[in-house]
C-alpha cells in the first residue's frame, strides 16, 4: 500500500493504482474521455490532466501511477484552463448535433461540454463533412462526431481480436476508418455491436428500426406481435435511471401493451425450443458420429465471426437457429393456424440486446414458414426510446404477465441472457434425456461466472461430458484454434460474442466509462437473470408445457423433420472483404 495527498486529502491505495483510481477513492471526480479500464488505458486525450508536485508540466491521471508520498493537484486553475483547451479543440471540430443525435442525454462529450460551462467554442474553424456509413443492417458509422478517443478501436481490436476498424491518417485528416475505407458491410465485421458499448459520444449507433415498428403498428390490415430477449428485461430499466439489475419484466410487458401490439410473448419460450433442439442434436451428434464438438449458434454475432474467419469449421456449428428466429417460425405457423390468422399479416418484431440480430434477421435460410421468421429487430435501447416518445412514464407502470400460450417459459430459458447459461440449460436437458432418469441438483456452478474461458467435465451418471464456455471473440478465436489443431478433448461448445453473454450485448444501455471501471455491471444483470430462473416453478426446457404441446400436435418428434423445416438453418462461408470489381 502506498499513501498519497490529492487536493490535502490523505487516502491509502494498493501500490499499481493510477491517480485516477486513487482519488475515486476519495470521490474526487476527474474528467476523462479516451480512458476505458481494461480496454483503452493510453492518455491520449489529455482530458485528465492533473499537476504532481515535484513533476514538470501536467499528467496524465489514468495512467499515471501513485508513488507513496506522492502530493496531486486535480483542479488548479492551470490544470481547469489545460482541460478546457483540450475540450475546445474537441468540439471545435465536432458537429454540435445534439438535439437529433442518439446519444442526446447519454453522452459523456455533452456531459463534459455542460460541466465545463461551455458557452463559445474559442477555436472554431474549418470543419470537413465526412460520409456517413449505414450499409450495413446493424450499425452505423458518423465519423462528423467523432472524436477520435480510438475506445471502439481498441473495443474491437484487444476484446474481440477482431480490428474491423483502425486510425487512418494524421493531424486534421485523422479518422477512424476501415480497410480500403470499405463500409463496415464489406469488412470483416461481425456486427457484435462492442465498439458501440464504448463509444462516448454518437459515432456509433445501431440501425434504427423503430420507424419501421412504428409504422407496422399503425397499420390496421397488420398483427404485430413481439417478443422479448431474457436479457432486455435485466437491462431496460438502466434507461428509465432504475438500479443496473432490476428485472423489469412486468412494466416492460405493459409498456409493449400501451404501445399498441397485438401480443406480447417471451423469447425465453423460443429459447426452451432452441435448448430441446439443441440438446437432441448433441445426443444425436455424440451417439452416431456427428461432427464434435458441436458449438452453439444462438449468438449471430458469433456465427458472422466463424464463417468470415473459419469456414472450415462450419459443420461443428449447430443447425439450431437462435430462440427469436424459432419463436418467430413457430408464431407464423403452428400460432398463425391455431388463432386462424393469415401468417402474411403477422409482422414479428423481435426486441433483442444485441445488434447483429438485426443481421441475423436478413440471413438466407430464416424463413422457415416462406414468410421473414422476424420482420425487424428492435434493440432495449430502441425499446427505450419508443417508451419515451409514447410518453409512457415507465417507472410507474403496474406489472403484467405474458400472453397465453406463448408466455410460459422456464428458468433454464432465462439464463439464456447470460455466459454459461445456454450451456447450464442445455446441461440440465441433455442429463435427463441421456439418463432418462430425473435430477433435482440443477445448478451447474463450472459453467457460471465471469471468466472469458470455462472448462468443465460434467459427470451425466457415469458417463463425463467435457465442455468448454467463450465469452468475446478474442476467447472464441482460443477455442477454435484448438479444435483447428485436433487438440480439442471436450464434446460441447458454447459461444457468445459478447464478453460476458447478452446482458452485455451491443444493444444493451450504454454506461458511462466510469461506470465500467466502478460497478460490476455484468454481475448485477446476470445476477438478476438467475434470480428469475431461481425463483422459477419450471427449470428444464423439455419440461414447458408450451413447448409439449406443439410437439405432440404439431412439430413431430424434436430433430424430427418439420422441426428441421422451421427451427434450423444452414451457414455460408463469407468474404472478409468486399472490394469492388
Ligand atoms: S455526440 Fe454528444 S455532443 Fe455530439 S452531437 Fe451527439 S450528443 Fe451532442
Ligand atoms: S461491431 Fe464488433 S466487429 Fe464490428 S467494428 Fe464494432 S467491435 Fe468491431
Ligand atoms: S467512433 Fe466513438 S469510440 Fe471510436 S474513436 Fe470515434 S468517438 Fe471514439
Not at 236 to 261: C, D, Q, S
Not at 300 to 317: A, D, F, K, S, T
Request: include cysteine; glycine fraction near 8%; charge should be negative.
Amino acid at each position: 500500500m502506498v499513501n498519497v495527498t490529492i487536493n490535502n486529502r490523505q487516502v491509502e491505495v494498493e501500490e499499481g493504482s493510477t491517480i485516477l483510481e486513487a482519488a475515486r477513492k476519495l470521490n474526487i471526480e476527474i474528467p476523462t474521455l479516451c480512458f476505458l479500464k481494461g480496454i483503452n488505458e493510453v492518455g491520449d486525450c489529455r482530458m485528465c490532466v492533473v499537476e504532481v508536485e515535484g513533476m514538470r508540466g501536467m499528467t496524465p491521471a489514468c495512467i499515471t501511477k501513485v508513488r507513496d508520498g506522492m502530493v496531486v493537484h486535480t483542479a488548479t486553475p492551470k490544470v481547469l484552463e489545460a482541460r478546457s483547451v483540450v475540450l475546445d479543440l474537441i468540439l471545435s471540430n465536432h458537429d454540435r448535433k445534439c438535439l437529433t443525435c442518439t446519444r442526446n442525454g447519454n453522452c459523456e462529450l455533452q456531459r463534459l461540454a455542460q460541466e465545463f460551462n461551455v458557452d463559445e467554442i474559442e477555436f472554431d474553424g474549418e470543419r470537413v463533412e465526412k460520409k456517413i456509413d449505414d450499409l450495413s443492417p446493424s450499425i452505423v458509422r458518423d465519423n462528423n462526431k467523432c472524436i477520435l478517443c480510438r475506445r471502439c478501436v481498441a473495443a474491437c481490436k484487444n476484446v474481440q481480436g477482431i480490428g474491423a476498424i483502425d486510425c487512418a491518417g494524421r493531424g486534421f485528416s485523422s479518422s477512424i476508418s476501415t480497410y480500403k475505407d470499405l463500409s463496415l458491410n464489406d469488412v470483416n465485421c461481425t456486427f457484435c455491436g462492442q465498439c458501440i458499448e464504448a463509444c462516448p459520444v454518437g459515432a456509433l449507433k445501431e440501425k434504427d428500426s423503430t420507424k419501421d415498428v412504428w409504422k407496422a403498428l399503425r397499420d390496421e390490415d397488420k398483427y404485430v406481435v413481439v417478443q422479448t430477449a431474457p436479457a432486455v428485461r435485466v437491462g431496460l430499466g438502466e434507461e428509465f435511471g432504475m438500479e443496473i439489475g432490476t428485472n423489469v419484466a412486468g412494466k416492460m410487458v405493459t409498456a409493449l401493451r400501451l404501445l399498441g401490439f397485438d401480443k406480447v410473448f417471451d423469447t425465453n419460450t423460443g429459447a426452451d425450443f432452441t435448448i430441446v433442439e439443441e440438446g437432441t442434436e448433441f445426443i444425436e451428434r455424440a451417439t452416431n458420429g456427428g461432427t464434435l464438438p458441436m458449438i452453439t449458434s444462438c449468438s449471430p454475432g458469433w456465427v458472422r465471426y466463424m464463417e468470415l474467419n473459419y469456414p472450415e469449421l462450419i459443420p461443428h456449428l449447430s443447425t439450431c437457429k437462435s430462440p427469436h428466429q424459432m419463436f418467430g417460425a413457430i408464431v407464423k405457423s403452428w400460432y398463425a393456424e391455431k388463432m386462424g390468422i393469415d401468417p402474411s399479416k403477422i409482422y414479428m418484431v423481435s426486441v433483442m440486446p444485441c445488434i447483429a440480430k438485426k443481421f441475423e434477421r436478413t440471413r438466407d435460410d430464416m424463413q422457415g414458414t416462406g414468410f421473414d421468421d422476424v420482420d425487424a429487430v428492435i434493440t432495449t435501447r430502441e425499446l427505450a426510446r419508443m417508451i419515451k416518445q409514447a410518453h409512457i412514464e415507465f417507472t410507474g407502470l403496474e406489472d403484467s404477465g405474458f400472453d397465453d400460450p406463448m408466455g410460459e417459459a422456464t428458468g433454464a430459458a432465462a439464463i439464456f441472457g447470460t455466459t454459461g447459461g445456454v450451456m447450464e440449460a442445455a446441461l440440465r436437458t441433455v442429463a435427463e434425456k441421456v439418463t432418462g432418469k430425473t435430477f433435482d441438483k440443477l445448478d451447474y456452478e463450472a459453467v457460471r461466472g465471469e471468466q472469458g474461458i470455462k472448462r468443465a467435465s460434467i459427470n451425466l451418471d457415469g458417463k463425463e461430458v467435457k465442455v468448454v464456455v467463450a465469452s468475446g471473440l478474442k476467447n472464441a478465436q482460443t477455442i477454435l484454434e484448438e479444435i483447428k489443431a485436433g487438440k480439442a478433448d471436450y464434446q460441447f461448445v458454447e459461444i457468445m460474442a459478447c464478453p460476458g453473454g447478452c446482458v452485455m450485448g451491443g444493444g444493451q444501455p450504454i454506461r458511462s466509462s466510469k461506470d465500467r471501471a466502478t460497478i460490476d455491471i455484468r454481475s448485477k444483470r446476470a445476477g438478476a437473470l438467475y434470480t428469475i430462473d431461481e425463483a422459477s416453478t419450471l427449470r428444464k426446457s423439455h419440461e414447458n408445457p408450451v413447448l409439449q404441446a406443439i410437439y405432440k400436435d404439431y412439430l413431430g418428434e424434436a430433430g424430427g423433420h418439420k422441426a428441421h423445416e422451421l427451427l434450423h438453418t444452414s451457414y455460408v462461408a463469407r468474404e472478409k472483404y468486399k472490394l469492388e470489381d
